[in-house]
């Protein structure tokens, strides 16, 4: 009869074995495609839903040409799964919109100046990917008014839209701050910001990066109109997925953190494929599909990333690009800086 000691000794080794076993397992084995990513490559092209024109974020130009820091998301994962940025139809929706056609499958991608909030996490059947923008909503007022504080918008009329998360958050705060202002909801996102800049309200609310693309380029005279300092919500912005497909979940969520792990370790849109051949850090090497291949985990071959940054630069190359201090836009990166430089962008290491 075996002892109590040996037989918990070898227990505990067979057990140990076996988690090595399936660690080793887990490292090694290929990811099987799932059926959103097998759609789009029967396609030919990823559908991708975004809004019907916020500057900054997804805006098609004169020529239909959309530009934007969800689109160079959307352009990132069609270069990644299909060899090609262009590969992309650009779905506009609008804010009532924009759940039901990913829930239906009209869309494989979401990414819509869209808020990561718990009741929409749990309750909609989506998941959120990764936070590509930190914002915060806030307001917007004609200088004529000589109002510098939110505070100060006693007895004013607010603008906004209906079916988003302001409506709700602007009343908390305005309520938790004993300031009493009328809201004035539209349907549409043009309505409620054309009747702000008619004069029908004396405030208009809305995350604080599309306040800016507004200012810039629906206003009047953009010299009129100043953003309140305050912020009454967090906004994580991230493109969201449908649930029920991992393996697409994966793929979404990893290419986002390619480009902000590129912009960490160095790598551009103009320097990728050099680096592909030169680069002596194994971190650089594995991103850019030498050594360790990480593709074959998301179902994709060794080059996804280095296409995916090809395609639209580093996270911060599409940042500057579309919201950030280089753009119309104007915007400093504050938040949406690296983890290193004092903002919250942080990919998790991708090995």
């Known amino acids: 009869m075996s002892s109590p000691l040996l037989f918990s000794t070898l227990g505990r080794r067979a057990l140990a074995a076996v988690a090595l076993a399936g660690a080793t397992w887990c490292a090694c084995a290929p990811a099987f495609a799932g059926q959103t990513l097998n759609a789009v490559k029967q396609r030919g092209s990823l559908k991708c839903g975004v809004t019907n024109g916020v500057a900054g974020f997804s805006a098609p130009d004169s020529k239909g040409h959309w530009t934007g820091l969800d689109v160079d998301t959307c352009r990132a994962v069609a270069a990644a799964v299909l060899g090609d940025g262009n590969k992309v139809e650009f779905v506009p929706l609008n804010a009532q919109q924009r759940f039901a056609a990913l829930q239906a499958g009209e869309i494989d991608i979401l990414a819509r100046v869209t808020t990561w909030t718990l009741t929409r996490d749990a309750s909609l059947g989506l998941h959120f990917t990764t936070i590509t923008y930190y914002d915060g909503q806030g307001f917007l007022v004609p200088k004529k008014i000589k109002v510098t504080s939110a505070k100060q918008l006693g007895g004013a009329t607010v603008c906004t839209q209906s079916g988003t998360s302001n409506e709700k958050n ?76 991992d393996e697409w979940f994966a793929i979404v969520k990893w290419v986002s953190y390619a480009l902000i792990e590129a912009e960490e370790l160095g790598i551009t849109q103009a320097n990728a494929e050099q680096l592909k051949a030169d680069a002596q850090n194994p971190q650089a090497q594995r991103l850019l599909g030498r050594g360790e291949d990480l593709g074959k985990l998301l179902g994709l071959d060794r080059d996804w990333a280095l296409r995916a940054i090809k395609a639209v630069g580093n996270y911060g190359e599409s940042l500057d690009r579309n919201v950030g201090p280089k753009s119309a836009l104007g915007l400093q990166r504050g938040m949406n800086n690296l983890w290193n430089k004092g903002g919250l962008l942080y990919a998790p290491p991708l090995q």
Do not use: H, M
């Open 170 to 245: 602007a009343a908390d705060w305005f309520r938790a701050q004993n300031v009493a202002v009328k809201t004035l909801v539209f349907e549409s996102f043009e309505a409620s910001f054309k009747a702000f800049f008619s004069g029908r309200c004396q405030a208009f609310t809305t995350d604080v990066s599309t306040l800016a693309g507004l200012r810039n380029k629906e206003a009047p005279n953009p010299d009129d109109y100043a953003i309140l300092p305050e912020l009454v919500s967090k906004s994580p912005l991230a493109p969201t997925v449908r649930r029920g497909d």
